[in-house]
């Protein structure tokens, strides 16, 4: 019984091909990887948004094929990949219900018009602001504020100094801020 071509190349010659731009290479990786990277999101996910976590992270693969680096290997990093994005999927959502419990039950009382900021309009703003941060300080500011690690725990988990994460952390604190001004009672109980 023959097995399709792109199943029997190993996975880093796969990606050497990948990242020389071929697209039946990436469709060989995409088939074999999809439907397991599929499942293990559902642990932490539905599976709906499972799908959308995977593909997410394929497309980053292939748009950024020429910069990624892996320090063991290319499964170990699209599992490892997947199951940021759904922590990162999971941290979002559990802002919005910060967000909502702040507002609808803490905030309303402060504020003479309670319809001042309703709850969508809110949540876009703080996660468009999370989107625009570089990769780096998102990530270190997401880890420490809704995982609550400590900037040691995020060191570990990066690979960088604890100096590094606290630079991180405070980058972005003054990059929101900057962008969400306007919100900042709101920001001092959320952040």
């Given at each position: 019984m023959r097995k399709d071509k792109g199943y029997r190349i190993?996975?880093?010659?796969?990606?050497?091909?990948?990242?020389?731009?071929?697209?039946k290479s990436f469709d060989a990786l995409f088939k074999k990887y999809y439907p397991v990277l599929w499942a293990y999101t559902r642990q932490f996910i539905e599976p709906e948004d499972g799908e959308e976590v995977v593909q997410d992270v394929m497309v980053w693969l292939w748009e950024n094929r020429r910069q990624v680096s892996f320090e063991t290997?290319?499964?170990?990093?699209?599992?490892?990949?997947?199951?940021n994005?759904?922590?990162?999927?999971?941290?979002?959502?559990?802002?919005?219900?910060?967000?909502?419990?702040?507002?609808?039950?803490?905030?309303?009382?402060?504020?003479?018009?309670?319809?001042?900021?309703?709850?969508?309009?809110?949540?876009?703003?703080?996660?468009?602001?999370?989107?625009?941060?570089?990769?780096?300080?998102?990530?270190?500011?997401?880890?420490?504020?809704?995982?609550?690690?400590?900037?040691?725990?995020?060191?570990?988990?990066?690979?960088?100094?604890?100096?590094?994460?606290?630079?991180?952390?405070q980058q972005a604190l003054k990059q929101l801020k900057v962008e969400l001004k306007d919100l900042l009672p709101i920001l001092f109980l959320v952040l």
């Open positions: 190993s996975d880093e010659t796969l990606f050497l091909q990948i990242r020389h731009g071929c697209g290997s290319l499964k170990n990093y699209l599992f490892r990949a997947v199951r994005r759904c922590l990162s999927l999971i941290d979002r959502n559990e802002l919005k219900r910060k967000v909502y419990h702040i507002v609808h039950e803490k905030m309303s009382s402060h504020f003479e018009n309670p319809d001042f900021y309703d709850y969508e309009e809110l949540t876009r703003r703080i996660e468009e602001a999370l989107t625009r941060l570089p990769e780096s300080y998102r990530e270190a500011f997401e880890l420490n504020r809704f995982h609550q690690l400590t900037y040691k725990e995020i060191a570990e988990r990066l690979n960088v100094s604890p100096k590094t994460v606290d630079y991180r952390i």
